[in-house]
């Protein structure tokens, strides 16, 4: 089977006063239908300019995607027209950001949101819309629908909020959800619910997932296979369980071994040790001040 | 009653406290429509050199108890003894030596360090205050010297904070705290806002410190996997209460109350082989307002073991085994 998406020697820029950034420096992954892959990494490393460059959605200026494939379903988003690049968004590819109130609109209703989508993406008439609208939040869990559709953004729980997100991404079957850190905003016990009703719904529906995180215990527990990016590359890929109990690359070895675990009681020193020459090299000028800054 | 050992006198005994949020509406004639409770009868002791770890989730009032210490909010109710004096009743002069054995360190090394002092000002700006160090010079080496302690180069006093990284920005804010030699320091999600190698190695240079300069901290986090490795004790939140108190290792392996299990159960191991073998049903609902907290136990529309006894009768803390204290009447 082919996969379902392909990204190939993606790069992407930033011109700023200090010069050009090379956000995404020559990514390359693939993604089967209904697999969930992570892409894990430090802050800055490109993860969510990866993701922007797939969708297209890459403010220019002062960005451009300078090279590239992507190929989804067959055709390849680079080529596509602005116009059958919006339909693509939100039917074939749902999104699920960190933070929901800057993706929803705070004067639309919650209900008028998801309708929209269906509205637009599915050509359904009000009532059709409105009734696909009870079965996405019964969906997503939440409870009293009729009500819920009725509220606005800021009436609802950053979780609530999420669960809603998770609705409209769905709401047009589509095949891919990319998630930019869909719950680092969100407390414990309410990522945990988020993240289990993703993983529940793709699972159920089939739908492939790109989480982005840089929470390497939400890598372990969701994801089948793993990238590991950093400043704007991936420098390391494969099965979760392989990547984890035989990491390869150094950056890898240092972020895995700097997790904090709590099922273990106190572990050996948390930053990294060994070799700190070859990390050095390995990690100059970039925020990752894993030996510079070290006491 | 009071969660003390009988060891010697601690060096900060919080008992009873609570601090209420009035709550008004309207613009023009404030009425007052009920309080935040966001702490809500607090008793927590911690012995001179301790590390003390306070967890729970956004709003449970771990920020609100560390601004009472620091007295930068007056309590509704009940006492805060530092050293075994009240600190609410300081006058001006013992508040400002209190001010000096006490310090605090942010989450957010951005927006706690101004962007356009030197870092050496933002170090030595304490000393002035407190009329410590007078002699420029001798200010001019103190800084150099915290820098240094505090693992940056001495030359970063000449920086400004944005030309540095996070990490860097935060082992300024631990320098600044330095500076007038406490003896206490709130660490309020510290390390919250870093990436984790950065956080590891923030935690490391709090730990060098604390064993240095015999420093007491009360380590704020609502991430529970940081606070594993430096805290002696730890204590969960909810809604303005402590629901367990236990040493960290007996925390963490065997954890009794029904909220701190869904807390722990809550965080991924990062171990593709564990998580695959783990199963867990993430704990439902979320967390009820502070205004009007449910009654009787403050968890039990959440809680998986609540009885009918629960929802009337406010759990007190029990010691369920020695030095292990759990707020729950139905755990044993
Ligand atoms: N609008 C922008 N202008 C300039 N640089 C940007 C912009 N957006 C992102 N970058 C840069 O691109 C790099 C990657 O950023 P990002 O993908 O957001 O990282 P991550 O999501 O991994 O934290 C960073 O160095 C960031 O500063
Ligand atoms: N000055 C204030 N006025 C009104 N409510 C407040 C104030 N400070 C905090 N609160 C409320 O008190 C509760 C506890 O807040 P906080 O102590 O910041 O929690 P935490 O640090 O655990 O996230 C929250 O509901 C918060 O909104
Ligand atoms: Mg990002
Ligand atoms: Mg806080």
Redesign the interface.
């Known amino acids: 089977m082919p996969p379902l998406l392909e990204v190939k020697e993606l790069h992407t820029e930033f011109r700023t006063g200090a010069g050009v950034v090379r956000a995404v420096d020559g990514i390359s992954y693939t993604v089967d239908p209904g697999e969930t892959v992570a892409i894990v990494g ?2 800055g490393s490109g993860k969510s300019v990866g993701a922007l460059s797939i969708m297209r959605l890459i403010p220019d200026p002062p960005g451009r995607i300078t090279g590239g494939e992507v190929w989804f379903a067959g055709r390849d988003l680079m080529t596509l027209s602005e116009e059958e690049m919006r339909r693509m968004r939100g039917s074939e590819i749902g999104m699920v950001f960190q933070e929901p109130m800057t993706s929803l609109n705070p004067v639309l209703t919650i209900g008028r949101q998801i309708t929209e989508t269906l509205e637009q993406h599915r050509g359904m008439d009000r009532a059709a819309a409105d009734q696909r609208a009870v079965e996405l939040l019964g969906l997503v869990g939440i409870a009293d629908a009729k009500r819920r559709l009725e509220q606005y953004p800021h009436q609802l ?1 950053g ?2 909020r999420q669960r809603i997100m998770i609705a409209i991404a769905l709401a047009c079957d589509p095949k891919l959800i990319i998630a930019d850190e869909p719950t680092t905003a969100l ?7 988020i ?2 009703l993703m993983q529940k719904l793709t699972r159920q529906l089939g739908v492939a997932l790109i989480i982005i995180t ?9 994801a089948q296979r793993v990238n590991v990016m950093y400043a704007g590359r991936i420098v390391e890929s494969g099965a ?2 392989a990547l ?2 035989n990491p390869r690359h150094p950056y890898t070895i ?3 071994r ?6 273990r ?3 050996p ?4 040790t060994g070799a700190p020459g070859q990390l050095s090299a390995c990690f100059r000028s970039h ?4 030996t510079a ?3 | 009653m009071t969660v003390a050992s009988a060891e010697a006198q601690p060096l900060l005994q919080v008992r009873g406290l609570r601090m209420h949020f009035p709550v008004t509406e309207g613009m023009i004639a404030r009425r007052h429509i009920g309080d935040v409770k966001a702490v809500d009868g607090v008793d927590l002791a911690i012995q001179r050199g301790e590390t003390l770890g306070l967890v729970g ?2 709003g449970c009032g771990k920020t609100t108890m560390g601004r009472c210490i620091l007295r930068l909010e007056k309590p509704t109710a009940g006492e805060i003894l530092y050293n075994g004096i009240d600190i609410a009743r300081l006058d001006r002069r013992e508040l400002v030596a209190l001010r000096r054995r006490i310090q605090v360190i942010f989450q957010d090394p951005y927006s706690s360090l101004n962007p356009r002092q030197k870092v050496g000002s933002i170090i030595g700006e304490p000393m002035m205050v407190h009329g410590v160090e007078k002699d420029p010079r001798r200010r001019a080496d103190r800084v150099r010297e915290l820098l240094s302690v ?3 180069n001495p030359n970063f006093a000449d920086r400004y904070p944005h030309e540095m ?4 920005r935060q ?1 300024v804010g631990i320098a600044r705290a330095l500076a007038l030699n406490p003896e206490f320091i709130v660490c309020d999600e510290a390390v919250s806002a870093l ?7 923030i ?3 709090l730990e ?1 410190l604390r064993d240095k300069f015999n420093l007491t901290y009360l380590f704020i986090a ?5 606070v ?2 430096l805290c002696q004790r730890v204590a969960v939140m909810y809604l303005g209460r402590v629901v367990e108190l236990a040493e960290c ?1 007996e925390l ?2 065997n954890p009794l109350h029904p909220y701190t299990k ?15 073998e ?1 199963a ?1 049903q ?3 609902g ?2 009820p307002s502070p205004i009007n907290p449910p009654p009787g136990c403050v968890f039990h529309p959440r809680c998986p073991l609540a009885i009918e006894q629960c929802r009337r009768v406010r759990p007190e803390l029990r010691e369920l085994r020695p030095g292990h204290w759990v707020a729950c009447d139905v755990v044993s």
Do not use: K, W
């Not at chain 2, 990284?165 to 860097?168: L, T, Y």
């Not at chain 2, 990436?195 to 190695?201: N, Y």
């Open positions: 430090e802050s729980s979780g609530m407390d414990v016990t309410i990522q945990a619910q993240l289990e840089h929470n390497l215990g939400v890598v372990a527990r969701y979760a369980a984890y109990h240092a972020l895995l700097s997790v904090p675990r709590l099922d009681p106190r572990p020193p948390l930053a990294p925020e990752l001040d894993i800054g070290a006491a | 989730e956004s505090c693992g940056l990284s996070g990490g860097q082992r990436d984790v190698s950065i956080q590891a190695q935690i490391n240079l060098d609502h991430d529970l996997s940081v594993r490795h290792d963490f392996d869904a807390l722990l159960a809550a965080v991924p191991v990062p171990d593709p082989a564990v998580e695959a783990r867990f993430p704990v439902r979320e967390v």
